[in-house]
């Protein structure tokens, strides 16, 4: 799979199951890097479109096998939350649906952020006592 058509499938199908506007949805920046295996596609909402923006961040390599894999690391405009999606290649895999499956983790938003748990006092003991 090329990382340039990949990134296309996504826009498309990012542009498909976007509302309809008249002139899209979406203002789309890419950018690749054939030599590193690196991808970007940048989504602002066009005016008068209250939608967010964010961007798609595709790395391309190849696993110890030898098998190619792709990261998707999504991110949302305001949203600190970053969403990873890998893609592995193997015979029976669909790009394009891949590529829908990526679009439709998008337009689904920022996964709601947590914050990490907070131990009790009392679940917490000295260094010195666990060493002894």
Known sequence: MRLL????????????GSP???GGAWETQRMVSFHHGLARLTLAARNGVELPGGSIFLQSFSL???SLCLK????????????????????ALSWKQEASRIASAW???????????????????PLTAAAS
């Open 107 to 125: 337009l689904q938003g920022p996964p709601a952020v947590t914050a990490p748990a907070v131990l009790a006092e009392t679940e917490l003991s």
């Open 5 to 16: 058509s990949f990134l296309a499938d996504i826009e498309r199908a990012l542009i498909a």
């Open 20 to 22: 309809d506007q008249e």
């Open 64 to 66: 110890a096998d030898g």
């Open 72 to 91: 998707a690391s999504l991110n949302w405009k305001g949203s600190e939350a970053v969403q990873v999606v890998p893609v592995y290649s193997t015979p």
